[in-house]
């Protein structure tokens, strides 16, 4: 009788402890994706669901594409090499690397790259793509006309268009697409990733936790970081002889001159311009500055170096928003000190 009695207590505090066990409060968890902490607050799915249904898409395969340009296909064969020029990460980190993702700030990302060892490129993160609703924003269509209004609203055909007219190779077919969006859900942003002060966090748990105020969280979430990198294209200065700049910070424009042309240039990786550190290359970039030909890195900065038929191989210009006036100055300045070192 005793015994069962103990029993009938046991069972009771362990249907006790699960009940209260399953009625622990929701929290915030730093590696838990934005994208379902979006719906678990009401929000709507995300535009670009991924097709399972074609067959061969994996995202494993996405990530070999995207690293290396090619991958191996559901039969077993290794497909053609999307571009003879470049890579995926040519031009495009695959981490985070702005330090405050409700901003686009050249001079924060290029500290942040510095801090996490990082190279500091024309083209946005795919980090958090799939958060994003909208591609080639603003000046982009000056670039790219009409391609860029059936990009703009769809990932897939962003991907398409980076494809032929960013790594200037092949079309992606249907499961390579598919693929390298399966990967692109593998790197997206998380919870940690956002910077909520502990009133809004405190705000977004009860919202979650007592079903209230809902749509107000969503907005929170969702003014913690941008739904389309921001572009604006700039002319590069006209006045190019005897600068003198203010106190410039050469060791900025040492920083760019490493993560950003050495990223292409060193050992003529991604073009024949092969970069080094040598007095003979500054002296020659630092000559070249003063002219208004592609040979001058404000042109090609600033215009990129434009695709022929015959010459596919280009190099993309820097935005604004991926490097401001202060580190064009700084480059320059680091150029020419090393020009005369
Ligand atoms: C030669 C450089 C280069 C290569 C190679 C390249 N891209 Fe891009 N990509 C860019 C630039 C520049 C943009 C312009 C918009 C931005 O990223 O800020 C862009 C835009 C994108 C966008 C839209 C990003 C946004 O938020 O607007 C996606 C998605 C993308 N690329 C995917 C890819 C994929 C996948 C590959 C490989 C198959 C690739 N890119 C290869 C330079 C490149
Ligand atoms: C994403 C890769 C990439 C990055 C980053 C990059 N370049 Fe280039 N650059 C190229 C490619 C590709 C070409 C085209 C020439 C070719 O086909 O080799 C080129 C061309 C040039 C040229 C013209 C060469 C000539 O004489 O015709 C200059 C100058 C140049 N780059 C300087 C720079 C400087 C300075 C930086 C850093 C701010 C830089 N590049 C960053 C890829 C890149």
Not at 38 to 50: F, N, S, T
Not at 102 to 119: C, G, H, K, M, Q
Not at 262 to 277: F, M, P, R, V
Not at 278 to 305: D, E, P, W
């Amino acid at each position: 009788m005793i015994k069962s009695i103990c029993f009938g207590f046991a069972v009771i505090i362990i249907i006790l402890s699960t009940a209260s066990f399953n009625e622990q409060p929701v929290q915030l968890v730093p590696n838990e994706t934005v994208n379902s902490l979006l719906l678990a607050l009401g929000d709507a799915q995300l535009p670009h669901q991924i097709d399972h249904s074609i067959e061969g898409v994996s995202a494993k395969r996405g990530e070999e594409i995207i690293k290396n340009g090619f991958t191996v296909n559901h039969k077993g064969n290794k497909v053609r090499k999307q571009s003879k020029h470049f890579v995926c990460t040519s031009c495009h980190n695959l981490v985070k690397e702005d330090p405050n993702l409700s901003v686009s700030d050249p001079e924060d990302r290029l500290r942040y790259a510095i801090e996490n060892d990082l190279p500091f490129l024309q083209g946005t993160t795919l980090y958090g793509a799939v958060n994003r609703t909208s591609f080639y924003n603003d000046d982009y269509y000056k670039k790219y006309g009409d391609l860029v209004y059936e990009a703009r609203g769809d990932i897939r055909n962003a991907i398409q268009l980076c494809a032929t007219e960013c790594a200037q190779g092949r079309a992606l077919e249907d499961w390579e697409i598919e693929s390298i969006l399966s990967y692109l859900y593998d790197i997206d942003l998380k919870v940690g990733d956002l910077r909520f002060t502990s009133i809004e966090r405190d705000f977004i748990e009860k919202a979650l936790n007592e079903e209230t105020s809902k749509s107000e969280a969503i907005e929170i979430v969702k003014s913690k970081f941008l739904s389309g990198s921001p572009a604006t294209f700039v002319d590069p200065p006209v006045k190019r002889k005897n600068l003198v700049f203010d106190k410039p910070d050469l060791q900025m424009g040492k920083m760019i001159y490493e993560r950003s042309c050495l990223h292409c240039h060193a050992n003529g990786k991604y073009s024949y311009l092969t970069l080094d550190n040598t007095k003979l290359t500054f002296a020659h970039l630092s000559k070249k500055a003063n002219g208004y030909k592609r040979h001058s890195m404000y042109q090609v900065i600033r215009y990129g170096v434009p695709s022929y038929v015959m010459k596919k191989s280009y190099m993309p210009h820097y935005t604004a928003e991926r490097m401001n006036e202060d580190q064009l100055n700084n480059l320059r300045a680091y150029i020419d000190y090393m020009a005369k070192r």
